[in-house]
């Protein structure tokens, strides 16, 4: 199995029947994301997506990544939390975070349209000067902000560059085909569209063109990605108690029950903290509702072993952690050579051999520190395997939300915010609130 997981060193922190206990729900929670149960399930278009998904939409978007890989130095992917984040964990896990600077055979990728920062908007026109840049916004909804105000000013800076012809070849809108205002724009500028799927909410998207385009350009097999996950549904979709999602989310819930409240979710590999950030919106958005939800936090270790370790290990017993253990990808071993004679067990250690090591070790300290561990193990970072890392999470978020009592696909409370931020932009309509807001903030 690509995706295997483990509750070996969290068994004597949950009761027996963690697991048992559960797998009646699980098996109906199965049965609503299978679409095999009476009741439907809202926005569960992913769930059978890399298995149904059109020949066609895959050519169009292979067509075009291939277009931006032979005529691009450049792609700016404008989005911002499930229209961004699964883009770039995957390239950073796959390929590097240091992917810009060793990038000899495909463009550069950059990220907008996350942030309102001028001064990181200011930094990416200068790493695009002078290059041939494709511009991809991605935005579900074809309204949120930050990437429509980032590609408001990128389509204005790249029509003084290039002729309406030639932009038309260079934008690709990434949307619902539903008349949002960013649909229309792409219809009325004749920009290619590539259709997201009404049935697939944000943070689910990450198999549909809102990554799969930008993997493509960055020379990821897609075929072999949308297989894994496909192999993944395969396992997940069986009601037995040796599946992985099955597990995975009856254990989270008895943590829960304990009285966790946050989930670290580690890993020993640099190139995974984005990934991280990519799991921390899933199940943040997914979970956090009616006062309810264990925390989303991340780690990097040994990184943040030289910050966070301590309170692992000793701080209050309000976490547990979920660790994600794969092999490198490079096969080099890189032997320590002789250097300070106090330090000379390290010698003839392979890095690889001195990161298991800092693994096992650190399991067992926080162990020891009474912070269960979950360990999810994952053959190598091929696209193939992260396809199903990418589908083992989000099969087992949607259960662990249903499991909760919380719908695993809405995200109510992310309007304030956004509605506030509106007014105070001064969407019409919105005046009054616009005005009060105001009043209260010149009082803090
Ligand atoms: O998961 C979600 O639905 C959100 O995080 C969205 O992805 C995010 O708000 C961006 O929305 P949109 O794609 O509509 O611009």
């Not at 975070?97 to 908007?121: E, K, R």
């Not at 190139?271 to 989303?296: A, D, I, R, V």
């Not at 083992?392 to 309007?415: H, I, K, M, R, T």
Request: proline letters at 5%; a negative charge.
């Amino acid at each position: 199995m690509p995706v295997s997981f483990n509750s070996i060193y969290c068994e004597s922190f949950m009761p027996e029947d963690w697991l048992t206990s559960r797998l009646s729900a699980l098996a109906q929670y199965q049965e609503v994301l299978e679409g095999t149960s009476d009741q439907k399930g809202e926005l569960t278009g992913w769930v059978s997506f890399p298995d149904t998904v059109a020949l066609s939409h895959l050519s169009q978007i292979k067509r075009i990544a291939g277009t931006i890989r032979s005529e691009c130095d450049v792609l700016v992917v404008i989005g911002i939390g499930g229209s961004y984040l699964g883009a770039r964990s995957v390239l950073e896990l796959l390929r590097s975070p240091n992917y810009n600077l060793l990038c000899h055979d495909s463009p550069q990728i950059f990220f907008a349209g996350n942030h309102l920062s001028p001064d990181a908007y200011h930094d990416l026109l200068a790493l695009i000067e002078g290059k041939r840049v494709a511009v991809n916004i991605i935005s579900r909804s074809g309204g949120t902000i930050e990437p429509v105000a980032t590609f408001s000013l990128l389509q204005n800076y790249l029509k003084k560059r290039y002729s309406h012809d030639e932009l038309q070849k260079r934008i690709i809108v990434t949307t619902q085909a539903n008349e949002n205002p960013l649909h229309r724009m792409a219809l009325d500028e004749n920009y290619e569209v590539c259709p997201m799927p009404s049935n697939v909410g944000g943070r689910y998207s990450v198999l549909t063109a809102a990554g799969i385009l930008p993997f493509a350009v960055a020379g990821i097999d897609i075929d072999a990605m949308l297989k894994g996950a496909s192999e993944m549904r395969r396992t997940l979709s069986q009601n037995r108690p040796d599946n992985p999602a099955f597990q995975y989310a009856a254990a989270r819930q008895a943590l829960y029950k304990e009285g966790k409240q946050v989930e670290l979710l580690t890993s020993y590999h640099p190139y995974f903290t984005s990934f991280g950030e990519w799991w921390k919106q899933l199940f943040g958005e997914t979970e956090g509702k009616n006062g309810m939800g264990l925390f989303p936090a991340t780690a990097q270790f040994p990184t943040d072993l030289h910050s966070l370790g301590q309170y692992v290990q000793d701080g209050q017993k309000l976490l547990f952690e979920t660790c994600v253990v794969f092999e490198n990808k490079t096969e080099s071993s890189h032997i320590i050579p002789p250097s300070m004679d106090e330090l000379s067990f390290l010698e003839g250690h392979t890095l690889d051999f001195a990161s298991k090591q800092a693994f096992r070790g650190t399991l067992l300290a926080h162990v020891d520190g009474d912070v269960p561990n979950l360990l999810i193990t994952l053959s190598k970072p091929t696209a193939q395997s992260i396809g199903s890392l990418l589908y083992f999470f989000q099969y087992s978020c949607a259960l662990s939300a249903y499991l909760l009592g919380v719908s695993p696909f809405d995200q109510p409370a992310v309007e304030a915010y956004k509605n506030n931020i509106l007014a105070l932009l001064g969407k019409p309509g919105l005046e009054d609130q616009k005005e009060s807001l105001s009043r209260r903030f010149c009082r803090i």
